[in-house]
């Protein structure tokens, strides 16, 4: 056994701020008091510690195209933003639609994880079979749209079929909402025009292909009494579908932070290092998203850390791919509205570690509490910097933030009681998958 302390930390728990220390004992929260005592100690100087985050949307690349990200890289870009938890999307090359392929991915490229993971598991139009086999995953994850990669459930039988398994085995259903036919159509539509800006993109996947994909999967799972988790919202129609509806529905909803912060008036500084599924929104529709974080109709902020060389970005606005980067880069805009006053830190906990803990029903992990894995970040708020992409860890290299200056960033990551990240630097290795409730 081996124990240290955290002396002098401002916690930041459910409800309150406790200021002391924390003793952690090999990999757990042991207790939480004033004078504790251990074989090491480390003190804090009146920082805050947040749970680390659970961040419940990334896409690593492998296998595929490891060029863009790895799993070493990744989760160490997740690491250095505070990050202790992740959870992997599908889409990759090939995608995981069978047992096997996830065992490969557990294997072959998790294995190399800085931080704690979980992984979702692809819908294809053919995998029902690997769906009855699969165990230990975060959700089944459903592409009603097409996004990068190849997957895609556009047949309404499959999906609600599968809706009904799932249903019975108890696994949540995550979705990406957006509906195919509108975008094929809109795409011709204004690839005719022979426009190539940033908006015309957007206007490609307009409000409209968001908000009828999630009426489709609200009523598909009304019927299917499926739990249901909608990736990534950023409409004002999809929030008033979801308060209409939510009363009758197991449904989460998650907000990606390039959506909170950047719109499209971003579009002619960033072109297409911009494009990302869905597509940045009006001012209007960034304050209603503000609004339901703030009152609580979104569940949790994730990532959607999607990164993409600089080099494919810098094709035309139809052939660059869709998706930025974003773990390093949530957690420092998160703390930089805390120090303007327009979140509290509580909030951001419930945000991005307790909320997704509970959501995807993560054992142990999301809270400062005596049992629970000790992840944890501690944050200098007095910190001020830029976001510079000379020194992130993401492989791809760029964020849609560079040159945002912040207050607030993440100085010290422990993934279940190690140091795996301190200034810039990532200490260690440490990364096992989490087992669910
Ligand atoms: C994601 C990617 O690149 O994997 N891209 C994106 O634009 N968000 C896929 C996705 O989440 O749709
Ligand atoms: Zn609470
Ligand atoms: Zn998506
Ligand atoms: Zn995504």
Known sequence: MSSIVLKNGKFVLLEKVFAGDLLIVDESIYKIGKGLKGDEEMDLEGKYVLPGLIDAHVHFREPGAGEKEDWYTGSCAAAAGGVTTVLEMPNTNPPTITKKLLDEKRKKYASKSVVDYGFHFGASTGNMDELRKIDRIASVKFYMGSTTGSLLVESDSILLDELHMLYGRDILATVHAEDERIITEQTKKLKATGRTDASAYAESRPNKAAAEAVKKIISF???????????????????????????????????????????????????????????????????????????????????????????????????????????????PLLLNEVNKKTLTLNQVIHLTSENPSRMFGIRNKGRIKAGYDADLVVVDMDLEKKVDNEKLFTKCGWSPFAGWKLKGWPVKTFVRGRLVYDNGKIIKTKGKEVSYV
């Open 221 to 331: 799972s009304l019927k299917a009494k499926n739990r249901l988790h909608i990736c990534h919202i950023t409409t004002q129609e999809e929030l008033a579908l979801l308060s209409k509806n939510r009363k009758d529905l197991q449904v989460s909803v998650e907000a990606s932070p390039h959506h909170l912060f950047l719109t499209e008036d971003d579009f002619e500084r960033l072109g297409s290092l911009a494009k990302t599924n869905p597509p940045l929104r009006s001012k209007k529709d960034q304050a209603a998203l503000w609004a339901a974080v703030k009152d609580g109709t979104v569940d949790i902020i994730a990532t959607d850390h999607a990164p993409h060389t600089l080099e494919s970005k810098k094709r035309d606005i139809w052939a660059a791919p869709a998706g930025v980067p974003g773990l390093e880069t949530m957690l």
